[in-house]
C-alpha cells in the first residue's frame, strides 16, 4: 500500500510572489508525497518578474506558475485539499472560500516581496527573503510524519511552523 500524495494549496492576494514561490518550493521537496497550487483572492493576473527570476536561478521549472483566482480550487472537479496555508496578512483576514473536504490550516504570514521599493538590489533581496522564510517552513512541513500525528498534533505542528523563524545570522 502506498503513502498518499497531500494536495497543499497555499493563498495570498496577488498569487504572483509568495504562494507561487511556495507551491514551487513544496513541489520540489515534497514530491511523491505533496503536490502542491497556489491562488489569491485577488489575483494580479501576472507573475511578478523577480519571482520568475528567482525560481530559474534556483534551478526551478517556472512552466507551471500562474495567477488564478482561489475560486478555481472551491469549484467541483477541482483537486480536494489537504492542507490550506495563507501565507500573506491580507488573505489570512479575508473570508476564505469553504473547501472541499475540510483541509487544515495555518497562517504562514510572509512579508511581501513585490511591495518593497528602493533599488533592484533591495528588491532582488527581497524575493531571496521570502524564498528563504517559505523554504525554511515547508522544510519542515514536508519532514513531519504525517502518518503518525493525530489530527491535533498536526493542527499543533501547522500552528508552530508559521509563527517567525529565526532570523538567517
Not at 513541489?27 to 508525497?33: E, I
Not at 519571482?51 to 500562474?66: E, H, M
Request: proline letters at 7%; charged letters at 20%.
Amino acid at each position: 500500500m502506498s503513502d498518499p500524495t497531500y494536495n497543499v494549496l497555499f493563498l495570498c492576494t496577488g498569487n504572483s510572489a509568495r504562494s507561487i514561490i511556495a507551491e514551487a518550493i513544496v513541489n520540489r521537496l515534497g514530491v511523491g508525497k505533496f503536490k502542491g497550487f497556489s491562488a489569491g483572492s485577488h489575483p494580479k493576473g501576472a507573475v511578478h518578474p523577480y519571482t520568475l527570476q528567482l525560481l530559474k536561478s534556483l534551478n526551478y521549472d517556472t512552466s507551471f506558475a500562474r495567477s488564478k483566482n482561489w475560486e478555481e480550487f472551491a469549484k467541483p472537479g477541482a483537486p480536494v485539499m489537504d492542507f490550506v496555508f495563507t501565507v500573506c496578512d491580507d488573505a489570512a483576514n479575508e473570508a476564505c472560500p469553504i473547501w472541499p473536504g475540510q483541509p487544515m490550516t495555518a497562517h504562514w504570514g510572509v512579508p511581501d516581496p513585490a511591495a518593497v521599493e528602493g533599488t533592484d538590489a533591495e528588491k532582488h533581496l527581497a524575493f531571496a527573503d521570502t524564498y528563504r522564510m517559505l523554504n525554511n517552513r515547508i522544510s519542515i512541513f514536508v519532514s513531519l510524519p504525517m502518518n503518525k500525528l493525530d489530527k491535533l498534533a498536526l493542527q499543533k505542528s501547522l500552528d508552530e511552523i508559521g509563527r517567525d523563524l529565526p532570523k538567517a545570522g
